[in-house]
């Protein structure tokens, strides 16, 4: 059965290592893989929330089918997402080109327990620095006034707003995805793989939809947090600040169970009382 295990992806590694071994050697590559991840996946979420509102079997999946994402709504997460990857990702992206050295590819792939389980461990890790990150950012009026506040002027997320955030929040969000694996010792094809689920999953966090096969839908006994508790974040700020997992928010007392699309607009001012306060407290 180890042995088993074992072989399961040495094929797909040879496969890489022969025919895209330049590719798979820059440093460029985990950043093209990143990017390009994140773009396909809020293309097709932007096609559905396009599609909704005229298309009743998606927009019944949505946490608030009453209120359409808008064409303007996308031109301007858009616009902040494209200038971002352009004065912050590139730049970052060509330091690593110039600086780093080519990433050695060794011949054995991981196992697949060992793929799995580093994956595993890199979103707990992750997920703890994030929600540490998240809320100091959230209690602290000057850190959130000046580098969080970009990413709460939507109360109902959508997938664009994913990287609708301030360059300081995006460079802290790679740097970890970047050095969690490092620390981790985990190999270069785990590395790659918890980049592309880390996007994958963070863009399905703020999506706005409730599918089915989504992780919180798939993972048991509510451990998941998914696209409703972040959605309720986005509502009410001060619950919820886990990525990814609940358990934190479970022991930190800011653990808050979604509400349906209509939340009562008294608990809504009251939300918004309490982060105004926050920001004008300073």
Sequence with gaps: ???????????????LHQNHHDLLRSPLFPVVLSVTTYFVLVGIYTALDLLAPTWPSINRYRLHPDKPVTWPNIWITLGVT???????????????????PPTPLPPEAPSLWS?????????????????????????????????HAIHHQYNQPFS????????????????????DPILLRCHCLT?????????????????GYDFP???????????????????????????????FFSHWDWLGGTNTVPTASGQSASEELEDMK????LKDSD
């Design 274 to 277: 309490e982060e105004k306060g």
């Design 213 to 243: 096969w989504a992780m919180h839908n798939l993972v048991p006994f509510g451990l998941w947090g998914g696209a409703p508790k972040h959605d309720a974040h986005h509502q009410r700020p001060g619950t919820n600040f886990a990525p």
């Design 1 to 15: 059965m180890l042995d088993s295990h074992a072989l399961v992806l040495q094929p797909i590694w040879d496969y």
């Design 82 to 100: 494209v200038y971002n990857h352009l004065f912050f990702i590139f730049p970052a992206a060509v330091a690593q080109w110039l600086w780093r």
């Design 160 to 179: 664009l707003v994913t990287q609708y955030l301030s360059g300081w929040e995006l460079f802290s969000v790679g740097f970890w995805a970047t050095v």
């Design 191 to 207: 590395t790659w793989g918890f980049m592309v689920f880390n996007v994958y999953v963070s863009t399905e966090d703020h999506c």
């Design 115 to 147: 793929f799995l389980l580093g994956i595993l461990g890199c979103m707990v890790v992750f997920d703890f620095q994030y929600y540490l990150w998240h809320l100091l950012h959230h209690r602290v009026p000057w850190l959130y006034r000046t580098f």
